[in-house]
């Protein structure tokens, strides 16, 4: 299978992982899983009256929503819950959670056209300076000391921000919860469901240039996304966590 197969395949796989919860999720009053899911919510089963799961179609954070209707004292109340999905068979792997051209990050950041140069330098949309090691794009250790703090000093004053962008999302379908499930062999060995602050914090961290001459931020590793056959597409720029670090905390 070449890069372009495997990407097709795991967006495939993804439409599966979200089919998977959301019928975890609608067989609530006898599936055990979908039961611990709820009560991680927070949610006490006796008062629930039912659970409505569905796909969110569009790009968006969340991957369902989850419809909870709960009796208390004789009123009926719905919770409406945006939750990201992210089932893994690999407790090592890697899982993008966001990626985009660089105009569509530089929409909702501003970001400024000196940082912006060299992240088009970084992604190959900018041809490589003379001397690069790589003939496509060059990577942050190859750039002036000057420019690599002032680079990094963006991404840290406004680490904030991107953090919630790529990890909840923004408007009415940006994710509130986030789900990790550890499935091998069709076995759900292990789950997490924590709210989406939580994990916000958990990914925070330092900001600085990795080994490999892409960002590490905190737990989050920003890098060009490559592959794709030579497509334009692997000039994207790409943020991947591992997921099942969540498992820890």
Known sequence: MDKVELGSQTAKNGFKNEDFAVATFNAWETNELARAWLLAMGYNLNEIEFVKAQKIK??????????????????????????????????????????????????????????????????????????????????????????????????KDNQAMILCDILKGRGQFASEWFLVILRISGDVVKWVLKPINEVINFYNGEVCVSKQGSIKFGKITIQRKGGDGGRDTAKMLQFKINPCLLFDI
């Open 58 to 155: 569009g790009q968006f954070k969340a991957d369902i929503q989850v419809s909870i209707s709960v009796q208390i004292k004789l009123k009926s109340l719905v919770d409406i819950q945006n939750i990201q999905v992210k089932l893994v068979s690999n407790p090592r792997g890697f899982n993008q959670i966001d990626k985009r051209w660089l105009k569509s990050y530089n929409e909702i950041w501003q970001i400024p056209q000196h940082i912006y140069e060299l992240l088009a330098l970084f992604t190959g949309e900018l041809p490589p300076r003379q001397g690069s090691k790589n003939k496509k794009r060059m990577f942050v250790d190859e750039f002036s000391d000057s420019e690599q703090n002032e680079f990094l000093k963006w991404f």
